[in-house]
């Protein structure tokens, strides 16, 4: 079955930098588009950035310039470079996929910018 185990949210100062990592399994990951979304409190779920199969990528305009989402097909995962982070970045990131017109979801990681 899919399967989407993600790693590498904790504390960072603002300015810092965090790299996520969503390792998949369960299908064929180098023919799907792959996802990066964020929840914070008392906030809707929103599209953070995506990358297409052969790499092509899209960003939130908030995040643009200072995020970068990136791929690994021979291992299968997708990654969330975050540089530059802000107090308002802080929610807990979801990676996704839709196999099958079915959304599937990591765990989720919490990344918290605070001083």
């Known amino acids: 079955q899919v399967q989407l185990v993600e790693s590498g949210g904790g504390l960072v100062q603002p300015g810092g930098s965090l790299r996520l990592s969503c390792a998949a399994s369960g299908f064929i990951f180098r023919v799907y588009d792959m996802r990066w979304y964020r929840q914070a409190p008392g906030k809707e779920r929103e599209l953070v950035a995506q990358?297409?199969?052969?790499?092509?990528?899209q960003y939130e305009d908030s995040v643009k310039g200072r995020f970068t989402i990136s791929r690994d097909n021979a291992k299968n995962t997708v990654y969330l470079q975050m540089n530059s982070l802000k107090p308002e970045d802080t929610a807990v990131y979801y990676c996704?996929?839709?196999?099958?017109?079915?959304?599937?979801w990591g765990q989720g990681s919490q990344v918290t910018v605070s001083s």
């Open positions: 990358i297409t199969p052969n790499s092509g990528t």
């Open positions: 996704n996929t839709v196999y099958y017109a079915k959304n599937y």
